[in-house]
């Protein structure tokens, strides 16, 4: 006859069991959930809940902790670590990492650079649908980072991103066409792809567009609309759309002329860097209370914010 358990070990083993069942096991974050965390800037919650995510495998986890790496959040600053992981989702297909490793690969600031292999990812982030990654592949092909131009290629990617809605391939995209790089001119295309881009916010888009339509190049003329766009980049801040909306006041040509108001515009886009030695001689005929007056509305001018197309 075989001896029995002894009922002190029986006991322990109940004890034990009773425990298992009521301590449950810790929680593993989710994708999902520490996405929340990162959207909360909660970044040191976020950093430690998805290292173990990233260190099993998990694709997306290895992505975001490439970015928390990268931007230094939840953990010190590290390009290297940040390559490190964005490599590894990129090879396992994430077209966010590999976007983000061939920003990487081209970033000055973070040692060594290799243009070809950054050339390389983004063509896999953007044969994958990326659209920032079809947006720099177009710049890289129209001459970016010392590359040699191809502006077929350069107008092919710069249109899949335009396509898909991407503001700052829409505006370069434009400025191919205007500047008949590749070789012929599409004035109706480059209107068309600026009124877009500027439709989303962008100054620089919206006095180029500006520019056409008051100029009726590849576009309708019409003055009042083409001077609403010069003042929506203006107040914006762009110095450029500033100093043609002065000499527009200045002038009467397409507005009403109002000497306080050019004065103004002239000021702020002399204060951004654009000088102009017309607009000089019309500042010397104001009177001290119209002068006074424009340097007012100067000083008083703030920006209206730009929206960030990165």
């Given at each position: 006859m ?5 009922a ?10 009773s ?13 999902a959930?520490?996405?929340a965390l990162?959207e ?5 919650e976020a950093?430690?809940a998805?290292k ?8 997306r986890?290895?992505t975001m ?7 230094g ?10 390559r490190?992981?964005?490599a ?5 297909g ?5 976007f983000?490793?061939a920003?990487?690969?081209i ?9 070809a292999?950054?050339a390389e ?5 953007a ?5 920032k990654a079809?947006?720099n592949?177009?710049l890289?092909?129209?001459g970016a ?13 710069f249109?899949?991103a335009?396509a898909a809605?991407?503001?700052?391939a829409?505006y370069?995209?434009?400025?191919v066409y205007?500047?008949g790089?590749?070789g012929?001119r599409y004035?109706?295309a480059?209107?068309e792809?600026?009124?877009k881009?500027?439709?989303?916010g ?9 520019v ?9 003329q019409n003055?009042d ?15 450029v759309?500033q100093n043609r ?5 200045a002038?009467?040509?397409g507005?009403k ?6 004065a ?7 204060k951004?860097?654009?000088s102009d030695?017309?607009l000089?001689?019309f500042?010397?005929?104001?009177t001290?209370?119209?002068r006074k007056?424009?340097?007012?509305r100067?000083a008083d001018?703030v920006a209206?914010p730009?929206?960030?197309?990165d």
């Amino acid at each position: 006859m075989s001896r029995g358990v002894p009922a002190s070990m029986l006991r322990g083993l109940a004890v034990a069991l009773s425990l298992a069942v009521a301590v449950p096991a810790a929680h593993a974050a989710t994708v999902a959930e520490v996405t929340a965390l990162v959207e909360a800037k909660q970044y040191k919650e976020a950093f430690a809940a998805v290292k173990p995510l990233a260190d099993g495998g998990d694709v997306r986890a290895m992505t975001m902790l490439g970015n928390l790496y990268r931007n230094g959040q939840g953990t010190e600053q590290s390009s290297d670590e940040a390559r490190k992981w964005f490599a590894k989702a990129a090879e396992a297909g994430d077209a966010e990492a590999q976007f983000n490793y061939a920003m990487l690969l081209i970033d000055e600031t973070t040692g060594t650079t290799d243009p070809a292999a950054s050339a390389e990812w983004l063509a896999k982030a953007a044969g994958n649908g990326n659209t920032k990654a079809q947006y720099n592949l177009g710049l890289i092909y129209s001459g970016a980072y010392g590359a040699d131009p191809d502006w077929p290629k350069a107008i092919e990617w710069f249109g899949k991103a335009a396509a898909a809605g991407n503001p700052n391939a829409q505006y370069n995209l434009g400025l191919v066409y205007l500047d008949g790089k590749g070789g012929v001119r599409y004035p109706v295309a480059a209107a068309e792809w600026f009124s877009k881009a500027a439709l989303k916010g962008m100054p620089e888009a919206a006095l180029e567009y500006g520019v056409m339509v008051l100029r009726g190049e590849g576009v309708e003329q019409n003055m009042d609309i083409g001077a609403r766009w010069l003042r929506f980049a203006a107040e914006h801040g762009h110095p450029v759309a500033q100093n043609r909306l002065a000499r527009m006041y200045a002038a009467g040509v397409g507005v009403k002329a109002d000497p306080v108001e050019g004065a103004m515009w002239n000021l702020l886009a002399e204060k951004g860097g654009r000088s102009d030695s017309t607009l000089d001689e019309f500042m010397a005929t104001l009177t001290k209370e119209q002068r006074k007056d424009a340097e007012k509305r100067a000083a008083d001018f703030v920006a209206k914010p730009v929206p960030d197309f990165d």
